[in-house]
């Protein structure tokens, strides 16, 4: 079974641009979260989702933003990048229900310069 | 809210040394319990959780972790290290109830096993 796949792996933006990753969870799962990996903050969650619908959100400014697809797959997008946003940003996929087990993808890194 | 704290940001170990990486966690609700692996340049992996029931649980690479309820820990040990359990190690929580998944992590500790 393909695990959870996150494209592209790297990007490099400017300031002031608009970027959009994209997550595609294992076949079967419908909740994606999404989470970003600073040295200095660690790993922080911004979203989650299941079946199409927002769970659950962390605190993050509007910039940031997402959606789920009815394939499960997901995308997030950050508008008005600033260089703090440069990041390790991971997805997440899970059956959802008892087993509370969370596959992560190998992350986007954004370089905002 | 949840809260994790890895007492630790860095470990050295020498290879077949023990080892013990140490969490606790603040909440005001019960909580699922989580340790996660991370090699260089790649995602997370799991390697043990708690859900309920016996409070030393086990992963298949010789890692274990026990529940302590009234200490807010979920310490992780190894008895003896390979240079292949090199990486960082991530703590995290859960709520047990409500339906969301979200994981609240701590900052990590980096194992490195030395020759």
């Known amino acids: 079974k393909a695990g959870v796949t996150q494209t592209p792996r790297y990007l490099i933006k400017t300031r002031g641009q608009q970027v959009t990753l994209s997550c595609s969870p294992i076949?079967?799962?419908?909740?994606v979260s999404w989470y970003q990996q600073t040295p200095g903050q660690g790993l922080q969650f911004l979203f989650e989702?299941?079946?199409?619908?927002?769970?659950n959100k962390g605190n993050f400014p509007g910039r940031f933003s997402g959606r789920q697809f009815s394939n499960s797959r997901s995308e997030m997008n950050v508008s008005t990048l600033e260089l703090g946003d440069s990041a390790l940003y991971l997805c997440?996929?899970?059956?959802?229900?008892?087993?509370?087990?969370?596959?992560f993808g190998p992350g986007t890194r954004l370089t905002v310069t | 809210a949840q809260s994790v704290t890895q007492l630790d940001s860095q470990v050295p170990v020498f290879e077949e040394a023990p080892v013990e990486l140490r969490c606790n966690y603040s909440?005001?609700?019960?909580?699922?319990l989580f340790w996660y692996v991370q090699y260089p340049n790649q995602g997370l992996q799991l390697l043990l959780k708690?859900?309920?029931?016996?409070?030393l649980v086990e992963s298949i690479n010789g890692f274990e972790a026990e529940f302590n309820k009234s200490q807010t820990s979920f310490h992780l040990r190894k008895p003896s290290v390979h240079i292949s359990d090199t990486a960082e190690y991530f703590c995290?929580?859960?709520?047990?109830?409500?339906?969301?998944?979200?994981?609240?992590f701590g900052k990590g500790t980096k194992l490195t096993v030395n020759p």
């Open positions: 909440s005001s609700v019960s909580v699922y």
């Open positions: 995290a929580v859960s709520k047990s109830q409500g339906g969301s998944e979200k994981l609240v």
């Open positions: 708690y859900l309920s029931g016996s409070t």
């Open positions: 989702y299941f079946s199409e619908t927002q769970r």
């Open positions: 076949s079967g799962h419908r909740s």
């Open positions: 997440a996929s899970s059956i959802s229900g008892e087993r509370y087990e969370q596959y």
